[in-house]
C-alpha cells in the first residue's frame, strides 16, 4: 500500500522508516544534526513549499531519503495502513 504524503508524492508503506513532527522533534540537537546532515547529503525532497508540519524517513532500495511534508503526522497515521 503507498503513503501520501502531499503534493504529487506517495512512497510505498513498506519502506517507511517513521514519521516525526517537526515542532516537536527539532527541538532535539540531534534531530537538527540528521536533517541537516541528510539535506547536505541531498537526501531531503519536500513535497511542498507550504510551512512544514512533518517529516518522514524513508529507505527505498537501501537509500535513506527524507520527504517534508505540509501534512500533520496525525493526518499521514490515518492515511497509512500499517503505521
Not at 539535506?39 to 507550504?50: A, L, S
Request: aromatic share 10%.
Amino acid at each position: 500500500m503507498y503513503l501520501f504524503l502531499g503534493g504529487d508524492v506517495s512512497v510505498w508503506e513498506n519502506d517507511v522508516i517513521g514519521v516525526f513532527d517537526m515542532d516537536n522533534t527539532t527541538v532535539a540537537k540531534s534531530t537538527r544534526e540528521f536533517l541537516s546532515r541528510t539535506q547536505k547529503e541531498n537526501k531531503v525532497i519536500n513535497v511542498t513549499f507550504d510551512l512544514p508540519k512533518s517529516f518522514c524517513v524513508t529507505e527505498e532500495q537501501g537509500k535513506e531519503k527524507v520527504y517534508i511534508s505540509q501534512l500533520a503526522p496525525s493526518t499521514l497515521k490515518k492515511r497509512g495502513g500499517t503505521l
